[in-house]
């Protein structure tokens, strides 16, 4: 889907206003520059946003977006993808997923379920990947 400036849009449930577009700025990916209500202006790639708020991010989310990694005009995983190639950054995202694997039982009083949603969300940004491979 292709976003216009001015158009309301939302991040999970955040409520944003398209600012600018980059079309295929990042291997293939567009990107865009949303204003949120804070007056932050943040760039997500186009598979992050929707036209709807999505069900079920309601509260604050450790998973898909840390409070902790969105500080700033970028998230940190968009400044890694762009700083690497395609198969670069998918063999980051398989060490992430790795990692989380390896760690989710002894990490967290939990059982291991925030890391093993962890694994999850990198899987799903390693298929989203390979997508726009085959696009």
Request: proline content about 3%.
């Amino acid at each position: 889907m292709k976003y216009q400036a001015g158009q309301t849009v939302y991040v999970q449930q955040h409520k944003a206003t398209v600012e600018a577009g980059y079309p295929q700025h990042s291997g293939g990916i567009d990107f865009y520059d949303l204003k949120f209500s804070d007056g932050r202006t943040v760039a997500f790639p186009e598979y992050e946003i929707t036209a709807e708020p999505r069900v079920g991010y309601e509260k604050s989310d450790n998973i898909n977006s840390p409070a902790h990694y969105t500080h700033g005009k970028y998230e940190v995983i968009d400044i890694i993808q762009a700083s690497m190639s395609r198969e670069g950054f998918q063999g980051y995202l398989l060490g992430n997923m790795t990692k989380y694997l390896m760690r989710c039982q002894h990490k967290h009083q939990d059982g291991g379920s925030e890391d093993l949603k962890k694994l999850i969300w990198y899987a799903e940004k390693y298929i989203a990947n390979l997508r726009v491979e085959t696009a």
